[in-house]
């Protein structure tokens, strides 16, 4: 089954503890995102890869890193976590083509205090 | 710069009742659109798609949007909704230049009576 995998899905942690949320997709794309949601402000990109080896920062990268070692593994690494990161995360991947569309995670609903 | 906007952030319906979910997008260029799903505690679904061609689509749960060039203009349709139709609507526009740009509206969301 096409999916696009993140764990956890659920993660509680305090206030500058080193954090990774993994994403991995089985569809081959050559193009994943991280985005988070917020209430009232939709869903804003944070970092995407359009190849391995190839990142570059979305609308909100700060506070956030992330690595494409593989096509299909996309983490994205909080070093230090801080309160106003507190979100639920998706990762989607994608074609890299306008007209495909994204698939997404299921989620990761991060809790920072 | 690029945006946009649903106007509804939270629309209330009954059953059965007709339902519009307006979006407006902000952009200079020729774009893709799109409307995605997010049913409560579950991640984005593609509910349908446009690119080219005929202005009008339908996609899945008999759900259509209608593409108005002229007035920037996307807006989600359905004829009669269903309780299970209680979810949040997100609208979301890829420029056709920059497949690595997705930029989502805010969301409606969507509760509906039974």
């Known amino acids: 089954e096409a999916q696009v995998t993140q764990n956890p899905r659920y993660l509680i942690t305090v206030t500058g503890k080193k954090l990774t949320v993994t994403c991995s997709q089985n569809?081959?794309?050559?193009?994943m995102s991280w985005y988070r949601q917020d209430p009232g402000l939709g869903l804003r990109q944070i970092y995407y890869?359009?190849?391995?080896?190839?990142?570059d920062k979305g609308d909100v990268p700060e506070g956030y890193k992330v690595s494409r070692k593989e096509k299909r593994n996309f983490p994205l690494i909080l070093e230090s976590p801080s309160p106003n990161q507190t979100s639920l995360y998706f990762c989607?991947?994608?074609?890299?083509?306008?007209?495909?569309?994204?698939?997404f995670g299921s989620g990761t609903r991060l809790t920072v205090v | 710069a690029q945006s946009v906007s649903q106007h509804n952030h939270h629309v209330i319906l009954s059953e059965a009742a007709s339902l519009e979910l307006g979006c407006n997008y902000s952009?200079?260029?020729?774009?893709?659109l799109f409307w995605y799903v997010q049913y409560p505690g579950q991640h984005l679904q593609l509910l349908l798609k446009?690119?080219?061609?005929?202005?009008l689509v339908k996609g899945i749960k008999g759900f259509e949007a209608e593409f108005i060039k002229s007035k920037f203009s996307f807006n989600l349709r359905k004829p009669s909704v269903q309780w299970s139709d209680t979810a949040e609507y997100f609208c979301?526009?890829?420029?056709?230049?920059?497949?690595?740009?997705?930029?989502f509206g805010s969301g409606t969301r969507l509760s509906i009576r039974p």
């Open positions: 446009y690119f080219s061609g005929d202005p």
């Open positions: 952009y200079g260029g020729t774009v893709n």
């Open positions: 989607a991947s994608g074609t890299g083509f306008s007209d495909y569309g994204y698939t």
């Open positions: 979301a526009v890829i420029p056709y230049s920059s497949a690595s740009k997705i930029i």
């Open positions: 890869s359009m190849n391995v080896e190839v990142t």
């Open positions: 569809m081959n794309h050559e193009y």
